[in-house]
């Protein structure tokens, strides 16, 4: 008896222990969905059939997992699921992987009433993100968004042959939802990532295409200030200054060497870009290695001058004269072409359109100038 009842306290304090770990258990399991699971854990409460759908673990540091099949001809079902931080999630489809121009799903859950918005991302700021605008053909009713075991499950159809090829992720603060009228507070966290439908392979895009500042940017940036801004700056330096000899000349070599690092520099970040699938963009390569190519001939010929007095000099300045100008040209031409690839913003092709006119205008005085110097 005595060895009986020593027993029945620590086989209840087991049986506690065995019930908080299978309470932990079930909590931790709970919170949890992997592409392991055969089935979908709210494929109940989903308006449409979500069987033998496919499943990536699409954004690992937030813990996003999307699932979608193509359910009929023209017809795409997706299943976003993430974890419900009181936060909104959101999916949207990108032509080339850029948030601005962008059309995203966007869903929330407060005490678990469900709310799923179409946004069209106009630009960066709040007020350029409205929400029931965007250019995905949502079939109507099939949208939610259902929390479950701390999880938000965001399902939505969309009409279209194949959807577009980047997938744009981002979640919002925590505990921070959009307010009654479907404004969005900024995004805590966005990734994006080029997607193959087909074979379900996901290409991570480099360098974050919101905030910081991605390659794009910095390819653009140096290439402008290179090619487009310090290279015709240089030029007028040596045509239009030449009464301030030497200086002409040590300013033209130090804005041109600035330049042509400055460019070469762009050139090497523009090769590693993804540009897969981007219009013109081989047009922009072409021109970026022609203009590289005359800058480097450029550079080289510094290094083969003749002597003033030669004869051939006449032929090397007719030379080193042309294929400038021509590089100026291709240059500047590069530069709108690229802004216009890269959808800039209108500031950026603004900035650089005042830039170019005042160079032509500036040329154009100079060369007037030029002329009536002559005939004096
Ligand atoms: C996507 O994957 C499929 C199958 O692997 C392949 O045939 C197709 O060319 C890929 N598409 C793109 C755009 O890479």
Known sequence: MAAAAAATPSSSSVRLVLLYLLGFCAAVSQAIDSCRESKLAVSDLVPFDTASFRCISAWKDEDFILRYKNTAPSEWSFILSAPDKGSFVAVGFSGKGLMVGSSAVVGWAPHGKGTVKQYYLGGKSQDE???????????????????????????????????????????????????????????????????????????????????????????????????????????????????LDPWWFYGHMAIQATAYVLGLAAVVLGFRINSAGIKNVDIHKALGIGILVMSTLQVMAILA????????????????????????????????????????????????????????????????????????
């Open 129 to 243: 993100v409205s929400p029931n605008t965007g250019l995905l053909k949502l079939v109507k009713n099939k949208a939610v968004v259902v929390s479950h075991s701390d999880r938000l499950y965001l399902a939505f159809q969309i009409l279209t042959d194949y959807p577009q090829p980047h997938l744009i992720y981002a979640v919002g603060p925590e505990n921070d939802l959009p307010s009654s009228d479907g404004q969005l507070p900024v995004h805590r966290n966005m990734f994006s990532q080029r997607f193959n439908y087909t074979s379900g392979i996901a290409y991570k895009t480099t360098g974050a295409l919101d905030g910081g500042f991605p390659r794009q940017r910095q390819h653009g940036l140096l290439s402008m200030m290179g090619w487009g801004v310090l290279l015709p700056i240089g030029m007028i330096t040596a045509r239009y200054f030449r009464q």
């Open 305 to 376: 001058r003749p002597d003033k007095t030669s004869k051939v000099r006449r032929f090397w300045n007719w030379y080193h004269h042309n294929i400038g100008r021509a590089a100026i040209l291709l240059a500047i031409g590069n530069v709108f072409l690229g802004l216009s690839i890269a959808q800039e913003v209108n500031a950026y092709i603004v900035s650089y359109g005042v830039f170019a006119a005042v160079w032509v205008l500036a040329v154009a005085a100079f060369e007037v100038k030029r002329c009536y110097a002559d005939d004096d």
